[in-house]
């Protein structure tokens, strides 16, 4: 489905809401005509990369030469892997036809491997012998609880529960987006399994977007109750278990929702 996007990155003056698009929503691996979840905000910043990222900020409206930011809640595969292609689409569209640059990106995510796995992709793309891959960027390591602000927008952190193996608890982010000017503001996990203080940091959100794959539909609904959320939208399920998921969820937190791909949320 294509769905020309209306509104321009950042803040406008005088705009009201702002807009979440869910370009992906799957669990770990992508189902046929399903991507792994991942969302826009706005026109300018992707949280999340899934595994098609440019493919799928395209079919859904999205210029990834507009890109601007780029949220990377934790650094598993299905979270970046299509990193390299963002950064080589930005590469050989330095200048598009009309003669406009891409924008600069901005990496934000947990700070123990974004530069490592950042590198990785530049290596991966072979930008020491395509100098013309070298894009403008930067990057924005992140520990759980430190902030990240611009001009229009300012990301708060809190640590996610999440584990790499049995034994090891990777460094993951759940994200408060505010914009300052217009007073909106909401709150996305990110991967996590059941962790009730995320309900305090998300506490009044007008909306909250929960994993519900690494934790109980039921369980989601506690955290969205306890945090008495305007709307909470569970993400991350496969196309199977999304339904009963759902179903579970609103049966504890009517208030919940399936993310469902190319939807738009105003905020
Ligand atoms: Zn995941
Ligand atoms: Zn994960």
């Known amino acids: 489905m294509i769905r020309p996007s209306a509104m321009k990155g950042g803040l406008e003056p005088g705009r009201k809401t702002m807009k979440v698009t869910f370009v992906g929503t799957t669990a770990c691996t992508p189902e046929i005509g399903s991507e792994v979840a991942s969302f826009m905000i706005n026109d300018n910043i992707l949280v999340d990369t899934g595994w098609y990222g440019v493919m799928k900020m395209r079919e859904h409206g999205f210029d990834p030469g507009k890109l601007e930011y780029l949220i990377l809640t934790h650094l598993h595969q299905d979270h970046y892997m299509g990193l390299p292609q963002i950064v080589f689409w930005k590469g050989i569209k330095q200048v598009d036809e009309k003669g406009k640059k891409s924008a600069p990106l901005t990496i934000i995510g947990p700070s123990q491997h974004l530069e490592t796995i950042v590198n990785s992709v530049m290596t991966f793309l072979q930008v020491p012998r ?95 109750k306890m945090a008495d ?16 998921a759902l179903k579970d969820a609103q049966a504890i937190f009517p208030r919940s929702f399936l993310a469902r791909e190319g939807e738009v949320i105003a905020i």
Not at 146 to 166: C, I
Not at 229 to 244: D, E, M, R, V
């Open 229 to 244: 959320a305007g709307k909470l939208y569970l993400i991350h399920c496969t196309n199977q278990n999304g339904p009963a």
């Open 130 to 224: 395509f100098h013309e891959l070298a894009i403008d960027f930067k990057l924005v390591p992140l520990k759980p609880g430190e902030s990240f602000k611009t001009e229009h927008f300012q990301l708060d952190t809190f640590a996610s529960r999440h584990m790499s193996g049995v034994d090891r608890q990777e460094e993951a982010l759940t994200c408060k987006y505010a914009e300052p000017a217009s007073g909106k503001s909401f709150v996305f996990t990110g991967d996590t399994s059941y962790h009730p203080p995320i309900a305090e940091f998300a506490k009044n959100a007008s909306v909250l977007i929960h994993d519900a794959c690494h934790t109980q539909p039921k369980d989601v609904a506690a955290i969205g």
